[in-house]
């Protein structure tokens, strides 16, 4: 959809503090770059790469492109309940996991070159990749026992499986030769990639099933007992922990994509509305500011935040914010609820809950600079 046939949004530009505001007020209005219709797009996965994207939405992947919305190729996949989750290796494959499977593809023309059945299985998760190696998390209908797989990513085939002990376990993180997964019963657990072994094991607090992120020899997570938690990648050692008994600790939170790690600064989103900055080194926070109840997790780029949420009238707002400080630069205002997918220096990509994907110039929705 393009030209005066394309919807435009409500931006209100916000100078301190975000306030309910009720339709347009003084804000001006933003046109999307471009608009698609999309079956599911609410809980689509989108993974950009050299000017693709590639979605998983309803049943079906996807590769639009990035700078127009043009579909390149569809190709539907099976047993999809949601979206499928969707990782790439750059000119290798598009590698999506549905409720029960996964699945390799072409990156060029979309064709399935392999699909793997977790066997029993009630829930895949989004695979990750490294060192020639694809690795899944599932849990299994029949003993409730969680696992994590290493599949070639040239094949499909098992190269090794390991339960986790717990009956669920978050999805996988991959750096340094180590895959870190936390499991209910066990804690986070850091796997040898090459054989599966277990290398070191930290008890935790709490439940989550959000995916730890991997930086600087440290792995990030939050649980749902209001904790955020920061391990030596090396060790398992705790370096830190971030907690509040008021429940206002960022935490609480299942989203897989419910934390960003950006210039030595963690972004989290809480059940309790806000979006926090923790500082990384430490756990003490750099700022919070409110942005109703979230939906889908931040991503950051070029000193901006963005997150998206639905504000005190239930309206769907894309929020971007000043990566430093936290002010909210403008929202973008939508009848129902939306998901930040992807963003880069040049543009905003958007799932709103109307079945709509969209993407917004990045220029446009931090005036007068993130």
């Known amino acids: 959809m393009s030209g005066d046939g394309m919807r435009a949004r409500c931006v209100l530009p916000v100078l301190l503090v975000l306030t309910a505001m009720a339709g347009c007020g003084g804000g001006t209005m933003a046109r999307p770059l471009w608009s698609v219709p999309m079956q599911r797009s609410g809980d689509a996965h989108t993974v950009a ?25 569809i190709t539907p996949v099976t047993n999809a309940v949601g979206s499928p ?34 066997p029993g299985s009630d829930y895949v998760s989004r695979p990750s990749t490294e060192g020639g ?4 998390s599932i849990t299994q ?9 290493a599949l070639d990513s040239t094949t499909g085939a098992v190269r090794w499986a390991r339960d986790t002990g717990g009956y669920y376990t978050s999805e996988v993180a991959v750096a340094g030769g180590r895959v870190y997964v936390r499991s209910a019963d066990r804690g986070m657990l850091a796997l040898d990639a090459a054989s599966g072994e277990t290398v070191w094991s930290t008890p935790t607090t709490g439940e989550s099933s959000s995916p730890p992120v991997v930086a600087g020899g440290t792995v990030y997570f939050s649980t749902d007992d209001y904790r ?42 809480s059940n309790d509305r806000h979006l926090y900055a923790l500082r990384a080194a430490d756990g003490s926070m750099r700022w919070r500011a409110a942005i109703g ?6 991503a950051v780029a070029d000193g901006t935040v963005y997150q998206g949420g639905v504000d005190t009238e239930e309206r769907g707002t894309l929020y971007a914010l000043n990566a430093h400080t936290g002010v909210v630069l403008s929202s973008v205002t939508e009848g129902r609820g939306m998901e930040v997918q992807v963003v880069d220096r040049a543009a905003v990509y958007v799932a709103w809950y109307d079945e709509q994907f969209e993407a917004y110039s990045a220029s446009s929705l931090r005036p007068g600079g993130g």
């Open 293 to 298: 109840q979230p939906y889908g997790g931040p």
């Open 133 to 136: 190696l694809v690795y899944v």
């Open 228 to 269: 955020v938690w920061a391990l030596d990648a090396r060790t398992g050692a705790v370096r830190w922990t971030a907690s509040d008994s008021t429940g206002t600790t960022p935490a609480g939170r299942d989203d897989p994509e419910a934390m960003a790690l950006a210039e030595g600064t963690l972004y989290l989103v």
């Open 49 to 73: 790469v050299d000017g693709i994207l590639y979605v998983g939405a309803g049943g079906t992947v996807k590769a639009l492109r990035a700078g127009s919305g043009t579909t390149v190729w």
């Open 85 to 118: 989750a969707i990782r790439v290796t750059p000119g290798k494959a598009v590698f999506a996991s549905t409720m029960h499977n996964t699945y390799a593809l072409d990156p060029t023309h979309g064709r399935i070159l392999w699909t793997w059945t977790g």
């Open 141 to 149: 209908n029949a003993d409730h026992v969680a696992t994590v797989y």
